[in-house]
Every structure is written in C-alpha cells, then in structure tokens.
C-alpha cells in the first residue's frame, strides 16, 4: 500500500461549525504533515508530526487543532474557521522528516474546504 | 533564508521538449525535488536530485547543479496530459521547514 488517504474529499462548514480532518497511511512512515494550499499557489506546510510528535507548527491560528492518535493517522481539528480558511488541505507522509536520508513526500488526494 | 524562483508560466507544443529552470537560495541544501500537480489534485513525485548531474526517468529528467544552486526539468514528447503544475522544492536541513516548495511553474500543452 502506497497510499496516503483522506477524508472527507470535501467539506463546507460555518464559521461557528467543529469538524475535522482525517489522513490515514499504512506505508509504516513515521513523519507526517499537514500543508495548506490556495488555488494557484504552493503547498504551505502547517504542521509535521515526526514520530507522533508535533515537531513543527508553522504559527498556525489555534482554530487549526493537529491530533497524531497513532503513526499511521493524522487529523485536523477545526472550530471557528474564517471564510479565508478556504483551501485545499493535503497531507503528506515520509519515512522521516529530518535527516540525511532520502525522504519524498507521498501526498493524499486532499479535502477541498469551503468556509461561509 | 530560503527563496526558490522558477518561471510561473509556459506554454509548449505537444511533441516537444520543454525545460523548466528552478534557482534556489537555501542555507543548508540536503536534496532537490521536482513535484507534478493538476488542478485540482495532490503533487505528485516527478524526480530528486541530491547529487550533480542529471537524472533519467522516461520522458521525463532533472538535472541539478549544486554550485549554482541551479536545477531543471526536462519533459519530452509533449503530451496534453502534461498541462500541469511543475513544483520545484528543496530540502534545507538546516532550516525548520522540511521542505520549501517554490510557487510552481504552470506549462500549458497546445496542439
């Protein structure tokens, strides 16, 4: 299995809604990462998570919630998002996240979120 | 700092060969990788160079030249399907982001 999934696909919520994000991979990578990206712009990292761990937090707004239950899942909690919030969010998996080693990015298909 | 410039458009015919160049500032630089994205859908790896010199994979190659924080894509035989998103990105070990994405190349294939 060299898929990373997510879910759902796509996701319309409010501003006052709670919903979350789900990343799941059986690939046994240990780092995991949460990347926001706007229509025609890059992949912008939010969050890594190296062996469970939150390693990096990209001064996200804390209305963006990352949650590792176990090395294979990844979620993102979302509560009072703002219209601007609008993006595709991707999740990615690599063996590591540091190192010297190689380590490509394997990315999930994405949850296109829309705020109103 | 980090700063990864790459031309935001180009256009090619189907059948050609198009290069598409990625300069890049980085301080600490531990791997390059070239990533495809349709609209609409998650990158998807292309290539990764961490040594000079260039890297055959089908139509497509990347080459890169560390000394002049320098790399390209090649894609030949042109195909429509490769109307894409062409995202360069950099692995700076020393920096706190495990990988810089530059802001992607748009090439559009016409007949």
């Known amino acids: 299995d060299t898929e990373v999934t997510q879910t759902p696909k796509h996701l319309v919520m409010g501003m006052t809604n709670k919903k979350s994000l789900k990343c799941e991979q059986h690939m046994g990578h240990r780092a995991m990462y949460w990347y926001k990206q706007k229509a025609k712009k890059p992949p912008e990292l939010m969050f890594v998570y190296s062996y469970e761990k939150l390693s990096i937090n990209e001064s996200v707004p804390s209305r963006f919630s990352p949650e590792c239950p176990n090395s294979s899942l990844l979620n993102l909690h979302l509560h009072a998002l703002q219209p601007e919030d609008s993006a595709l969010y991707l999740c990615a998996s690599s063996q590591e996240s540091g190192g010297q080693n190689y380590n490509e990015q394997f990315f999930g298909p994405g949850t296109r979120l829309t705020v109103l | 700092g980090q700063n990864i410039d790459q031309p935001t458009e180009m256009t090619a015919t189907e059948g050609a060969i198009v290069q598409i160049n990625c300069t890049y500032q980085?301080?600490?630089?531990?791997?390059l990788f070239w990533y495809q994205q349709h609209a609409g859908e998650a990158p998807t790896f292309l290539s990764y160079?961490?040594?000079?010199g260039l890297e055959e994979k089908g139509r497509f190659s990347s080459f890169l030249s560390r000394s002049k924080g320098y790399s390209y894509l090649l894609l030949k035989e042109l195909q429509m399907k490769d109307s894409a998103s062409y995202l360069c990105?950099?692995?700076?070990?020393?920096?706190?982001?495990?990988?810089?994405f530059g802001k992607g190349t748009r090439l559009s294939v016409i007949a």
């Open positions: 990105a950099v692995r700076d070990h020393t920096g706190n982001t495990p990988l810089v």
């Open positions: 980085t301080s600490g630089f531990n791997g």
């Open positions: 160079n961490v040594l000079d």
